[in-house]
């Protein structure tokens, strides 16, 4: 195959991956044309929040299980303490399921959503969420891999 054909192929595919994404994402969009998340919204800086540190590591999350109150807002405190780059996304575990197929394609794809975020080791950053709908949902790390090794967690809002 030539190089111009190669280079429209993974076009083609990225522009296939990216389509994907946006059919199944972890948020849609309500009436209004405002994001709606699965499991809640964007948290409000100016608003009071519980914030609960989870430590990222090789493969797993620490804690693993959270609980809160529908309503509640929570500042996600993330550490990458491990040696290898990982995620958290917050959604269903069927949204994160088919957002984990696409990233089998395309691990090094950037995430630029308010649930989740991508952390080099030894970095930090900050989820602000607030959790207005009641459920059982998850965090995982959907790089190749370390969600089937066990890197996810859940948090149960009543």
């Known amino acids: 195959m030539n190089h111009q054909l190669e280079n429209k192929m993974k076009t083609i595919n990225l522009a296939l991956a990216l389509a994907a994404l946006s059919i199944a994402p972890a948020f849609a969009h309500d009436q209004h044309g405002h994001a709606s998340f699965s499991a809640g919204e964007p948290g409000d800086p100016r608003k009071p929040a519980r914030t609960i ?8 999350y620490a804690p693993a299980r959270i609980e809160v109150k ?19 996304l917050l959604a269903t575990t069927r949204e994160n ?6 990233m089998k394609k395309h691990p090094h794809m950037e995430h630029d959503d308010p649930n ?10 900050e ?4 959790f207005s709908k009641a459920g ?23």
């Not at 399921?97 to 696409?102: I, R, S």
């Not at 989740?116 to 950053?125: D, E, I």
């Not at 989820?127 to 607030?130: G, M, R």
């Not at 059982?136 to 009543?158: A, W």
């Open 53 to 60: 540190e989870i430590l990222m590591n090789e493969m797993d």
């Open 70 to 88: 529908r309503g509640e807002q929570i500042r996600f405190l993330l550490r990458n303490v491990g040696k290898e780059e990982h995620e958290f």
């Open 97 to 102: 399921l088919a957002h984990a197929e696409v």
């Open 116 to 125: 989740g975020v991508r952390l080099a080791p030894s970095k930090t950053a």
């Open 127 to 130: 989820i602000l969420w607030k």
């Open 136 to 158: 059982t949902f998850e965090f995982s790390c959907l790089i190749p891999g370390h969600r089937d090794y066990g890197m996810v967690g859940h948090v149960t809002v009543n």
